[in-house]
């Protein structure tokens, strides 16, 4: 036939119609004939990474920041092993990413061949799906599949493993719309979806005397309707709201019903109201243990509405009393006009009471920390951070520690897909790539790594491939010398024994930066910190700002391990009882 | 309540055998996937059996005898419907009735001394004698799980075997719209 076309052509044209700008990959044996056709293509970008680890990570930056699918490009073998952790990490955070890998030729596959490994065997639990594609007369079909189970429903990462002689091989391209995904393979909520579980939690909303809103990185993914939305239900009902880490900046921080972030390293004032609070309302969120503590005292005296995409995440840990399945945007659209419809009055003596005795709990202050001296306090960094950003359209990545928790606590988000964080996986190394994503996503905005002296060796070498596309990232380091969390947990729970914490021999960052064409910059005080902020915004380069902090500041407020919302640790004076504190110990 | 990192609060409801039936997409890999979520999120396989079930629409029906809490289970069947070619999930003893069989392939070393006794026990449970070229004793037994198993415990007795089972097939009994 005339028109056939080579699998690689597919696999090009496939992405074409996808509407895909940009793919992060690296080359290798296996993906030739794919590389060959990208040389004579112009459509697509390609991004050429350092390690396949940072390309996936550099997909999830520029699928969070823009709502688009991220894809992914590399070989067999070590190509696809290196994959596995950001393929993990996309499907905790449920992000939807495509990853193409090449494999042997059909006919070597299972003898051992060089650069051959059970890509989909290796992959089956860190993806939604993935696919072996042995007929080239397939390959488009999968490829249309692969995108829209990425995106449909809870979000991911989908896999499509492709051997050599299937992308040299000819065959028929079908078009995306030509393509009928049987029903069960999506998830497809039915329209009239539980309209009764709806007036159900409508009605436990206008009855409530204490009610609270727990928002979590679903109302993210449902798009930026469902952040409008959210907003507005929670302005009709004039409840407090908290998010999670994966939620900030669904509801602004200025927003005036706005506690901040609850868990682990949470307000106080957000916990204690979970705690207290007489109706919950979960939405897209998963009870996460970071979020809840310990569960036989989590939220004991509360009616619980969760609402979510994923059935599995119902009564997974929590018990709730009306779940409801579905999309954030539809379900809340449907609960505003039920709201409406219905003219339901929330018992404003109430609330103003409730609100009375969180704004008490707000008094206590918890984010103070002792900011004497002209050494620079890891807080004070991120606080001037945002201070000097707040005007810029800005996204914030983060490494994984306490810089993550500092960053998360003191830089405030008005706006969702701002804030990029690995928060179910906890990847150190994720940050500086999804920040060079972020930044391709969006040229012409301020993206900012804040990592840790220890997070940012893990993916360094990318630094080569934000100068060469000359992207200017701006990598803040809060360099105290120790990976600062696993210090924390050593000093709290195993008696300050500092085992291999210590990051010693760490390279001069300022030379590090400047080895590769970049601009290092530094602070060792409070007096230059301003300056060096500046200089680095300003900077329209690849900057390292090597911010030297205090090297044995805590993150707090914290929830030790094994304690519950009402236990919180204001400050390390602050001692956990003993007998939680051993039980804690064993739980990560 | 299901596993977590801390003590589950609520009272656990009493660990019970469930058969699970899955209809699924007959496509490379859908066993591992099915098997590994349940290895892979620490949950317990007491058998399973999968065959196709109809050449024209390419559909396997794995079925999978399981034990644990309802709340577990009722999470199994979450899980398993996340994956991709799953059809349908459904708990047989959930929807209350139906039927199960098992088949059981037995060869028995039969001598001069037990032969009698072998052949009542057969007769009684009536397991059937498989004729074959090597003209031994293998012996089929089909049914109910228990059956089998009483069978089993009692040629035991008798004399040395070895056994080779399907474990349970099962299939709703519930009166159904039945169209034609």
């Known amino acids: 036939m005339n028109n056939e076309i080579t699998g690689a052509e597919i696999v090009l044209k496939s992405l074409a119609e996808q509407g895909v700008e940009v793919v992060f990959g690296y080359p290798g044996g ?35 920041s823009t709502g688009k699918t991220g894809v992914v490009l590399v070989t067999s073998g070590p190509g696809a092993t290196n994959v596995v952790t ?103 909520p039915s329209p009239d979806f539980e309209k009764s579980k709806i007036d159900e939690a409508v009605e436990l909303i206008a009855k409530a005397k204490k009610p609270i809103f727990y928002i979590g990185g679903g109302c993210i993914n449902s798009g930026p309707k469902a952040s409008k939305l959210v907003r507005e239900f929670i302005n009709i009902v004039g409840s407090p709201v908290t998010m999670t880490l994966m939620g900030l900046g669904v509801v602004g921080s200025s927003d005036k019903n706005s506690l901040g972030m609850l868990g682990m390293h949470g307000m106080y004032e957000a916990n204690m109201a979970m705690h207290e609070c007489d109706v919950m309302i979960n939405i897209g969120a998963r009870f996460d243990d970071r979020v809840t503590g310990r569960l036989d005292a989590f939220s004991p005296n509360s009616k619980k509405i969760h609402i979510d995409i994923d059935e599995s995440n119902i009564n997974k840990t929590i018990n709730v009393d009306v779940p409801i399945i579905g999309d954030v945007k539809q379900v809340v659209e449907k609960m505003i006009e039920v709201w409406k419809e219905k003219k339901f009055k929330i018992d404003n003596e109430a609330l103003k009471l409730w609100w009375d005795k969180i704004n008490k709990w707000k008094e206590i202050d918890c984010l103070n920390y002792n900011n004497e001296g002209k050494q620079i306090k890891p807080q004070y960094a991120v606080q001037r951070l945002y201070e000097l950003t707040k005007n810029t359209k800005t996204f914030i990545t983060t490494e994984v520690g306490q810089h993550q928790m500092w960053a998360a606590q003191f830089y405030k988000f008005e706006e969702p897909n701002r804030w990029l964080t690995s928060g179910g996986l906890g990847t150190m190394g994720y940050g500086f790539p999804a920040a060079i994503g972020a930044q391709v996503g969006h040229p012409n905005a301020l993206v900012v790594d804040i990592a840790g002296d220890a997070s940012i060796l893990m993916n360094i070498q990318e630094m080569s491939t934000a100068v060469q596309y000359r992207l200017p990232v701006k990598i803040f380091i809060l360099n105290n010398e120790y990976m600062g969390m696993v210090r924390q947990w050593q000093e709290l729970l195993h008696g300050g024994r500092y085992s291999e914490s210590y990051t010693d021999s760490l390279p001069d960052f300022v030379k590090l930066a400047e080895s590769y064409k970049a601009v290092g910059l530094r602070a060792k005080t409070t007096d230059e910190l301003d300056d060096v902020i500046t200089q680095m915004i300003e900077t329209k380069n690849t900057v390292i700002a090597d911010i030297w902090v205090t090297k044995e500041e805590n993150c707090f407020p914290m929830i030790q391990s094994g304690s519950a919302h009402n236990e919180m640790m204001l400050s390390k004076d602050q001692k956990q009882d003993k007998k939680s504190a051993e039980k804690g110990k064993i739980l990560v | 309540m299901n596993k977590s990192v801390y003590d589950s609060p609520d009272q656990v409801s009493e660990t019970k055998r469930h058969i699970l039936t899955v209809l699924v997409d007959n496509e490379p890999g859908v066993l591992a996937r099915v098997i590994g979520m349940f290895s892979g999120r620490g949950y317990n396989i007491d058998s399973l059996n999968v065959a196709e079930v109809s050449n024209d629409e390419n559909i396997s029906r794995i079925t999978i005898v399981t034990h644990g809490t309802s709340e577990v289970v009722s999470q199994i069947e979450k899980q398993l419907l996340r994956i991709v070619p799953v059809h349908s999930v459904s708990n047989l003893d959930e929807e209350g009735s139906s039927v199960e069989a098992e088949v059981a392939l037995i060869y028995i ?16 449970y009536r397991a059937r004698k498989i004729e074959n070229e090597n003209n031994t004793t293998i012996f089929e037994i089909a049914g109910a799980s228990e059956r089998v198993n009483r069978f089993i415990k009692e040629i035991n007795e008798i004399t040395k075997v070895e056994i080779v089972r399907s474990g349970p097939v099962a299939i709703s009994s519930i009166k159904k719209n039945e169209e034609e």
């Open chain 2, 109 to 124: 070393y039969i001598s001069d001394t037990n032969k009698k006794k072998v052949y009542q026990l057969c007769d009684f």
């Open chain 1, 30 to 64: 296996a993906v030739l004939p794919i590389y060959d056709t990208l040389f004579k293509q112009n459509s697509i970008k390609h991004v050429l990474v350092r390690q396949e680890g940072g390309a996936i990570h550099a997909a999830e930056g520029y699928a969070r």
């Open chain 1, 86 to 188: 950001g393929l993990t990490d996309a499907m905790m955070d449920s992000v939807p990413v495509v990853c193409i890998t090449g494999q042997v030729p059909t006919h070597l596959i299972g003898s051992d061949a060089f650069q051959e490994c059970d890509t989909t065997g290796i992959t089956r639990p860190c993806t939604k799906h993935n696919y072996l594609v042995k007929d080239v007369n397939k390959l488009s079909s999968v490829f249309h599949e692969a995108f829209t189970i990425a995106q449909n429903g809870r979000p991911g990462p989908v896999l499509i493993d492709i051997p050599k002689d299937v992308q040299f091989a000819k065959g028929s391209y079908e078009e995306k719309n030509k393509i009928i995904i049987p029903s069960h393979r999506l998830f497809e």
